[in-house]
């Protein structure tokens, strides 16, 4: 993750070893296009605006601590992904980074598949009408009831993880009088470069079987093997938050390397691979992702050169990303609390919410920016930490940003990029009530995911 040093230091450097923080912004008031969502603006009165309404209002409306959702963003990303992909390749959104009944109905308008690895995912998708053949089962441990549901409900394939899940999904489909499609997620050998716990095709950890040894030549030997399986692919996914594409170029060429391998020992050519998802997206301005009609041509003119090099017809490519599409359309909106300036630190400014609605920056060390959004301010620029309000000093939001110096409590700061990974992780840590996402379009915010209510607690609550 980016990481830049400010280059005169604030006072007492000494204290502030991490080095996290950038220079201060010249223009505070100013909202990078490159982690806002699209219809995020500033109008000429200081208030920032999502969909053509002010945050005040969304707030008096929907309070706070609350995700905003643009959906037209939302939208345009499903779109870009697709159009960039074309016909001859499948996206399927990865319901992880963020899924509700409205997420599906659009993916389902905007013609994405979708990626599942729960039986909640699962039943979320099929109960807002993602039909099933356009769904992909994943997990590394996959339940045999969340592997019986799945072939019940005949999604359009399962990712088989290991050796035990080949066997037990055959049969499965075998006792339900199916043949289920499947692909088999290979692990490549590639050290993406990213936080350690989102890394996932080194071999030392739990996902997909190796390529290294003949594991997934064997995988593939056994699974040709059943009839309960017909087995249509390749997968692999090297991890999450990536920006050097090439990673991912090679785990392309050594996934058509292995179906060259199929092909000379069984005769037969599989025909689709499916290469995850992982593009990293900007959390500040200092990152630069690549953009998905970089991603899919690099991608498209390996896997055909590679093919055509052994011989092999074109397989169908697919790809899952989840954060490159929710992450940048939503924020989370805060009302700021407490404001405790630290002589020679800096100041800690606490928010409603924390790190029950986003754990990311106390599980992966993650960056995010942060700007005050209900009215603007020319005061001097603070160096900032902006924290949560639960009991412990880890719970930050943002570990160092800068925020006007006449920042008061009341006033409302907003963290963008927030649409992945931060309600799908959302805790009740402290009996913190979950925030609602509201989808904002033309004018209008729409509650998808509603708000928990301490009657949520008391429910689940039966001693
Ligand atoms: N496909 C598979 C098989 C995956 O495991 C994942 C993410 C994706 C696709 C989507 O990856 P994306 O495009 O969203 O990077 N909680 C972490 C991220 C964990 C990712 C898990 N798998 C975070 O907040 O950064």
Redesign the pocket.
């Known amino acids: 993750m980016s990481r830049s040093a400010h280059p005169a230091g604030p006072r007492h450097a000494d204290v502030l070893t991490e080095g996290h923080y950038s220079a201060p912004p010249t223009d505070l008031n100013a909202l990078d296009p490159k982690v806002w969502s699209r219809t995020v603006t500033r109008t000429p009165d200081g208030q920032v605006t999502v969909g053509g309404i002010e945050v005040a209002r969304l707030a008096e409306e929907f309070g706070t601590p609350a995700y905003f959702l643009d959906e037209a963003d939302f939208r345009a990303r499903c779109q870009a992904w697709r159009d960039a992909f074309g016909p001859d390749a499948d996206v399927f959104y990865?319901g992880?980074?963020f899924l509700s009944r409205a997420v599906v109905r659009w993916l389902h308008e905007e013609g994405l598949n979708l990626?599942v690895?729960s039986a909640g995912e699962l039943t979320t998708a099929l109960d807002a009408g993602m039909p099933a053949e356009r769904i992909a089962l994943?997990g590394n441990n996959k339940t045999p009831e969340e592997i019986e549901r799945a072939v019940a409900a005949g999604v359009g394939h399962i990712?088989l993880d290991s050796f035990q899940e080949i066997v037990r999904v055959a049969h499965i489909a075998d006792r339900l009088g199916k043949r289920q499609r499947v692909q088999i997620?290979v692990t490549v050998g590639v050290e993406a470069h990213t936080?350690e716990?989102?890394a996932?095709a080194h071999e030392d950890q739990k996902?997909g079987i190796a390529l290294a040894g003949g594991e997934a030549a064997e995988a593939v030997r056994r699974a040709l093997k059943l009839d309960g399986l017909e087995l249509v692919g390749i997968?692999s996914?090297i991890?999450?938050?990536?920006f050097d594409t090439a990673g991912f170029e090679v785990a392309a060429r050594r996934v058509v390397a292995l179906l060259a391998e199929i092909r000379d020992e069984h005769g037969v050519e599989l025909p689709e691979i499916d290469l995850?998802?992982?593009?990293g997206i900007a959390y500040t301005s200092d990152d630069d992702p690549a953009e998905p009609h970089d991603i899919a041509n690099s991608l498209r003119e390996i896997v055909t050169r590679e093919c055509a090099a052994s011989k092999l017809r074109t397989p169908r490519i697919s790809v899952?990303?989840?954060?490159?599409i929710v992450?940048p359309t939503a924020f989370t909106l805060y009302e700021v609390g407490t404001i405790k300036p630290l002589e020679g630190l800096r100041t800690y400014v606490s928010v409603d919410g924390g790190m029950s609605d986003n754990i990311?920056t106390a599980?992966?060390d993650?960056e995010y920016s942060v700007a005050l959004v209900s009215r603007s301010s020319d005061a001097e620029p603070m160096l900032v930490r902006v924290v949560g309000k639960h009991c412990e000093s880890g719970d930050i939001v943002v570990r160092d940003a800068f925020l006007p110096a006449d920042l008061a409590p009341g006033d409302l700061i907003a963290v963008p990029a927030t649409g992945?990974?931060c309600r799908s992780?959302a805790s009740n840590y402290n009996h913190a009530l979950r925030p609602p996402v509201v989808a904002v379009k033309d004018g209008a915010g729409r509650v998808i995911v509603r708000r928990e209510t301490e009657e949520d607690l008391l429910r689940l609550d039966v001693g």
């Open positions: 990865a992880k980074a990626d690895c994943h990712v997620r936080h716990f989102i996932t996902f997968h996914h991890g999450s938050q990536i995850g998802g992982g593009l899952e990303p989840g954060r490159a992450g990311r599980l992966y993650a992945a990974y992780m």
